[in-house]
């Protein structure tokens, strides 16, 4: 078998030595487990001819990008081969007149907007890891990001893709056009889908004309109820700020301590953004924003002085995750989202949750879409920490799910959140899902053992 993989790849891209596979047995979760051995394919015919040598043989195969899953979505929990997409980083095409960029999925996010942003364009979804993560990552997770209230998520600006599907057939599915309705949807079946359903190998992507101009304001409070309540009001005034984002006391806390950026004390903080084409746009949104902050008890509001100032406001909620894994090695981070109005009750039931069972939960996230990152820090090496904190993420959930939320924004299921499929998604829902994987993958050779589908 590992002569037949090689005969495919070549000796170069392909590995079953320990030293190589430990870091492919991780992601950003604290999930493990070891493959037997990983490829770097560099065309889509090697991708199918992997993935038909291993549909005939029954191994377990799992697409992987940059490795960044937050939920064990890239672990090979069954073992199996790793296709590492690195080594597929074209950009194919990028088309202005025709407003898309078509790339191969190991494609970096940040190094396609280098490239988009020589013609004043953007691919807007923009999550924190966008420095490393790729867009085949970004499309099997629906990533999503700080912009997403304004801009949305990746599944928004998937035109089409070239998928391999678990029997080594490639499709090609959606078109270069803006808009398509000719066949089912297929690419969306393939958004989100973390890995389990077929190998992205290529992705047409709508881009956007960079906005010119942005303002950037924070806000403290005293209450956290205040900041949740300025949020809906906000997503509710009329104007859509590009970002709304919020940081409680542990994080800020935090984020004080571990860098030189200078924080307030504050139970919360909002970090609100708008942008547009002239000055008196933004200007004009930013004033409606300011005074929804202002009329909800805050104690301090600042404006970012000029663009140092900024930046450095963008330093500080990008270094939330980081910083935090500092306070504590060992955490889980959530994605739970919420209806917009019922942000505030999340953010106080996270509170009582922590105080419940004395757990210390830091809350960040895209409040201005409903998507919250509660990173529950605790030592893995006390049992009774252990079994408290898997009590605060199931009442996380439960409450998220009570206020007509979901278990994941943007991060995935993976394993991490795979026991808690059911709390969503009613029977006939689980059972067509599961149907739909049989149907495609029938040796569950795709990415298997992930989201409760086996
Ligand atoms: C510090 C940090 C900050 C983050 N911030 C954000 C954020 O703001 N917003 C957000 O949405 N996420 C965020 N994430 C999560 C993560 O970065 C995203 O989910 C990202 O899209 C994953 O990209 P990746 O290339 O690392 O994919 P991987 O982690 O390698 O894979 C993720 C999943 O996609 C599947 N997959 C990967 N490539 C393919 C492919 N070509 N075909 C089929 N399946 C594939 C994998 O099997 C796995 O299930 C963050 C993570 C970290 C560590």
Known sequence: M?????????????????EELVPYSYDASMN?????????????EQVSAIVKFANEHHIAVVPRGAGTSLSGGVVPIRGGIIIDLSKMNRILEISIEDRFARVQAGVVCDGLNRELGKSGFIFPPDPASSSVATIGGNVATNAGGIKGAKYGTTRDYVLGLEVVLPTGEVMRTGSYTMKCVSGYDLARLFIGAEG?????????????PVPRHA?????TYARLEDAGKAISQTMTSGILPSVMEIMDKVT???????????LPEAEAMILAETDGFTWEEVEAQMEVILAILGKNGPVEIKTARDEKDRLNLWRARKSAYATLARVSSSFTLDDVTVPISR???????IQEISK????????????????????ILFDEYDADQVERMKKVEEEIFR??????????????????????????HDPVEMALMRLIKKTLDPNNIMNPGKRALD
């Not at 303002?215 to 806000?219: L, R």
């Not at 942000?343 to 039931?349: A, R, S």
């Not at 799910?401 to 991490?416: C, N, P, R, V």
């Open 32 to 44: 493990v487990h070891r493959p037997d051995a990983a490829v770097w394919p560099e065309s889509t």
């Open 2 to 18: 590992i002569q037949e993989l090689i005969e495919i790849v070549g000796r170069e891209n392909f590995t079953d030595q320990l």
């Open 343 to 349: 942000i505030p009750e999340l953010l106080v039931g």
């Open 399 to 424: 409450l998220a799910i009570g206020l007509k939320g979901t278990l994941s924004g943007e991060h995935g299921i993976g394993l991490s959140k795979a026991a808690y499929m059911t709390l969503e």
């Open 215 to 219: 303002m950037t304001a924070v806000a």
């Open 356 to 375: 419940k069972y004395d757990i210390v939960v830091a809350t960040f996230g895209h409040a201005g879409d409903g998507n919250l990152h509660p990173q």
């Open 196 to 208: 389990t359903l077929g190998v992205i190998t290529e992705v047409t992507l709508k881009i956007n």
């Open 252 to 262: 800020l806390k935090s984020i004080r301590e571990n860098t030189d950026i200078d």
